[in-house]
């Protein structure tokens, strides 16, 4: 990831004895250069006053969603974009469960519901308000949505209890934040091509053939790559998403066009990651005009699609080139003959049919190189992608 320069840290803080904890962390970013943003909630500011912070930062400390004269500068939106990263410590029971449910009834939550920036919460409260169904339904909610926890450690409670809960230290969050996006930057300079969605093979001037690809998993690809620092190309089929932030998106419709494109950027990229469902076959011609309706069956002929994945490799021996495949059967076996037979440096294999994967908001992969392979479980589209760039990341570094 792209950091500021200064990089920008947005704290938040919620009602706890481990807000004391905050004001040392604030410090320690502000000590490594970060500029910091405090905001409270009105019951962190029953533990800590907001002039701690304001003198730790050099920041007036905000907590009102509703102050004229701070909406006029600096609006809550505004708050939502300013930052590279947000990070909520400590978290308590009530904000977990107010981000898990997407609600906006003060600063905090509305600008959490507001941002694209990467959001990290270091939990704190009793051992049993943690080890409530709720807390952990609500937690999980949020690590499914790409949300990063931060803990919590165990040990003895203020409240005299000893267990689960106690807000990680400083430090740690300080460790953790940092890391995660500093790993983030490690496709700083690298030209990604990603394909995706379905592609539309013409009858005639008014229908065709495709299939049941929304584009998600490729466009989370997309999303991901950019967030290590990757330029992103993204040859789009026919999809009703909105292209993700940071990415170019050249839209197309039959798999000669995507592969044309393919070919044009490719030959500027470093790696290609090919997610679209590609149509293997084309009617072999598209009536001129409308086809009519007329015997009771109707016969069309198809021609093969060129692969647009071994075509490319052809063209680009040094591009890596991850591939899709999709499977109702022999997973493993498939995906290593299209490793091999389209010369690929990772394939990423997910079960299809039977609703999954295909138009759906999760998946899971297991991904196959040469003497080697890992699972990613599943999860929601837009973390298995950040799983698997990672790995494409780790493999392209480690490529001779
Ligand atoms: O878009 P979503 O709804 O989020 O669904 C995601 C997905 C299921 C489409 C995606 O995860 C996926 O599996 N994509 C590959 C689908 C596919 O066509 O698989 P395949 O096994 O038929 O093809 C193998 C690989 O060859 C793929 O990388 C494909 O892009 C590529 N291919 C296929 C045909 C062709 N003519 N040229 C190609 O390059």
Same mark, same amino acid.
């Given at each position: ?8 840290? !947005? ?47 050099? *920041? ?37 469960? &107010? ?125 991901? !790559? ?111 003959? &299209?490793? =091999? *037979? ?42 298995? =992608? ?15």
């Amino acid at each position: 990831m792209n950091l500021s320069s200064p990089p920008k840290l !947005l704290l938040g803080v919620t009602g706890g004895i481990a807000a004391y904890k905050a004001a040392e962390l604030a410090r320690m970013f502000v000590k490594a250069g970060w500029q910091v943003q405090v905001v409270m909630t009105a019951h962190a500011a029953e533990f800590v006053t907001p002039l701690t912070f304001q003198a730790l930062t050099g *920041r007036e400390t905000r907590g009102a969603l509703f102050d004229s004269a701070h909406e006029a500068a600096m609006g809550h939106i505004e708050l939502a974009r300013w930052p590279d990263a947000i990070v909520i410590a400590p978290a308590s029971a009530n904000t977990l469960a &107010k981000l898990a449910q997407g609600r906006a009834d003060d600063l905090l939550s509305t600008l959490c519901l507001a941002t694209d920036k990467p959001l990290f919460v270091a939990p704190a409260m009793n051992r049993l308000m943690w080890a409530n169904a709720a807390t952990q339904e609500n937690m999980a909610t949020l690590r499914r949505r790409g949300i990063t926890q931060l803990g919590p450690g165990s040990g003895a409670q203020a409240c005299g209890e000893v267990g689960e809960g106690r807000m990680w230290e400083p430090e740690q969050v300080f460790d953790a934040v940092c890391a995660a996006l500093d790993s983030a930057r490690d496709l700083d300079g690298v030209h990604a091509v990603v394909t995706a969605g379905p592609t539309r093979e013409p009858l005639d001037p008014v229908r065709f053939i495709t299939n049941r690809s929304s584009g998600k998993q490729g466009y989370a690809v997309a999303a991901a !790559l950019v967030a290590r620092g990757a330029k992103v190309t993204l040859i789009s089929g026919p999809t009703n998403l909105p292209t993700p932030q940071g990415v170019l998106r050249i839209d197309v419709e039959s798999a000669e066009q995507m592969l044309g494109m393919s070919l044009a950027v490719a030959a500027e990229a470093q790696l290609f990651i090919g997610t679209a469902a590609v149509a293997d076959y084309r009617a072999s011609t598209i009536a001129p005009e409308k086809l009519k309706k007329s015997g009771e069956t109707m016969t069309v002929t198809f021609s093969k699609n060129p692969d647009i994945l071994a075509t490319v490799r052809d063209a680009q021996p040094r591009l890596f080139m991850v591939g899709f495949a999709a499977e109702t059967e022999n997973l493993a076996d498939n995906a290593r003959a &299209k490793l =091999a *037979r389209k010369k690929l440096d990772l394939v990423a294999a997910n079960w299809v049919g039977e609703g999954k994967a295909f138009d759906t908001d999760d998946n899971a992969l297991q991904l196959f190189w040469d003497g080697g392979g890992t699972e990613i479980p599943r999860a929601a589209k837009a973390i298995v =992608a950040e799983r698997l760039v990672a790995v494409i990341a780790e493999r392209y570094r480690l490529r001779p």
